[in-house]
């Protein structure tokens, strides 16, 4: 891959040391075009290069790999993308720049629910889109479901992010798929009007709200309270709030996922199954959740001691895939219900 480093407009970041580069035109190599921050990343892949010799070069952008991937067609230097979020994985299925893939490894390392349609992405880590339940002002057990948000009770009580953040839609998206249209509609309507305010900022800034006093409850990432306790500042917002794992009496809680694709062009397609494999095994699963307070998708992998901390809970055993089908159908309900107005 000679022209790898030359590929690479000067607007992204390129991680890896330059020698790597160099020595990767004589070595085994794989490329990855990824839109996770080089910090969590990066200490796994040198793990990689030192057990197998293979170099990992990677292009990290915050957005616009899968633009990036259909401009360079057949050409792209790209072997696999890296990304969070199920509508990100299901965009680049859509533009039709990954291709399946199925190994025994991936095969049993991966709960079927988190693997793509015919292989096409495989989840790494998963993370719970959770209740932030203020200390002082709201009783354990008081809340306890998503359906839940909705009562009259938590009037001017909640705070949350734009509806349209890919991390709502996909939470509105898991309502339509257990409740229908209609039924999701009107929960989103009255979990609007419990709104403390208009929807903004992001997960973190609802738990500074509560801290704040503007709001009892918030819809948030569950890692996010992981880097809030490692911050100065925002750590006295993370010890205001109690996590709540919601539908723990039925479903199970939404979780998103962080996952991997190869794509269409691969040229180092060997190299980069390999990766996919190495990635999806225990002590890689385990380096990988600990860096961001996620969750291991293979089975007997425990999260960090802190993320076990929080206690253990059931997730929404419903394929993502299913879920994914209607982002669209969120997307609109937003709008209809002016959800973030
Ligand atoms: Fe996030």
Request: proline share 5%.
């Amino acid at each position: 891959m000679i022209n790898f480093k030359r590929l690479i407009p000067s607007s992204l970041v390129i991680i890896g040391s330059l020698l790597s580069i160099t020595q990767s035109q004589a070595a085994e190599e794989v490329n990855v075009y990824s839109y996770r921050q080089p910090f969590l990343i990066q200490p796994i892949f040198d793990n990689f290069t030192e057990t197998t010799g293979i170099n990992v070069n990677v292009v990290f952008a915050k957005k616009g790999l899968t633009e990036r991937l259909k401009r360079e067609g057949k050409n792209s230097p790209a072997d696999l993308v890296f990304t969070v979020d199920i509508g990100r994985l299901d965009e680049v299925v859509k533009a039709n720049v990954v291709q399946g893939v199925t190994t025994p490894t991936l095969n049993e390392n991966i709960p079927s629910q988190y693997q793509g349609p015919e292989g096409q992405w495989y989840a790494l880590t998963t993370r719970a889109r959770v209740i932030y339940a203020s200390k002082e002002r709201v009783a354990e057990g008081e809340i306890t479901s998503y359906e839940d948000l909705a009562n009259p009770e938590w009037k001017g009580k909640i705070c949350t992010r734009s509806g349209k953040h890919p991390y709502n839609v996909a939470l509105i998206a898991s309502m339509i798929a257990h409740h229908g249209e209609a039924e999701t509609e009107s929960w989103l309507s009255a979990v609007k009007s419990n709104l403390a305010q208009k929807p903004q900022g992001n997960d973190r800034a609802q738990v500074k709200a509560i801290k704040e006093g503007v709001c009892d409850l918030a819809i948030g990432n569950n890692y996010y309270y992981g880097k809030m306790l490692m911050d100065k500042e925002q750590s006295a917002w993370a010890h205001a709030v109690n996590i709540v794992f919601p539908n723990q009496g039925d479903r199970g809680t939404h979780v998103n996922i962080s996952g991997i694709s190869l794509t269409k062009s691969a040229p180092n397609k060997e190299n980069a199954i390999k990766l996919m494999d190495y990635l999806s095994a225990p002590m890689a699963q385990k380096m990988f959740a600990e860096q961001n307070f996620e969750y291991p998708v293979k089975a007997g992998v425990e999260p960090s001691a802190l993320v076990s901390s929080w206690g253990k809970f059931k997730s929404d055993a419903l394929p993502l895939k299913d879920i994914a089908k209607y982002r669209k159908l969120a997307v609109k309900l937003v709008d209809r219900t002016g959800f973030d107005n």
